[in-house]
């Protein structure tokens, strides 16, 4: 797939996010009245408080479909978009693009952490992502006490308990969940 927006952004944990997933098949010959159409949704969209992004993913293979994303701060951010005059407008002049929704998925906090890239399918129960992550949490705790620890230790608490958050929070951002999230796939998408 082919990331037409390369801005970068923080990936959430559980604060509230909302992602939404959209995969829409655009009919052979279209395509480019598809993508300047999903540039203008998506720059409207970005127009709103508390939209904190979006992405448009081309197909990976020919005649797959396309995926659009879009971030928001909060779930009533999300409902303003949902619910406005101007993504009405959108879909109201979209007639003629020959192209469809064929799935959406809709992210909240912890979820994104596990969600498969190019799929639709449902984050895993809340208990596996609960285990999942507390088997990313554990090593990242020990290991961080013990190598920051004894050099923190004179710092006042609250400025210690500011620094393990900042490398822990990292730390499981960009490298315990992702590694969890890929040895434990077999068993978070076992139903």
Known sequence: MAIINTTEHTVPADNGEVNL?????????????????????????????????????????????????????????????????????????????HHREIARRELQGMETWFAMPGTTRPAPPRWKMAISSGLAIFPISLAGNAVLGPYLVDLHFVLRTAAFAVVFSTLMTYVAMPAVSRLLRPWLTRD
């Open 21 to 97: 997933l959209i995969a829409r098949q655009v009919e052979p010959g279209h395509e480019e009245t598809f993508e300047a159409w999903a540039h203008g949704i998506l720059e409207t969209a970005a127009g709103f408080p508390d939209h904190l992004g979006y992405g448009l993913f081309r197909p990976a293979t020919e005649g797959g479909p396309w995926f659009l994303v879009h971030r928001f701060r909060n779930q009533a951010a999300f409902q303003r978009w949902q619910d406005s005059p101007e993504r009405a407008q959108w879909f109201s002049n979209c007639l003629g693009h």
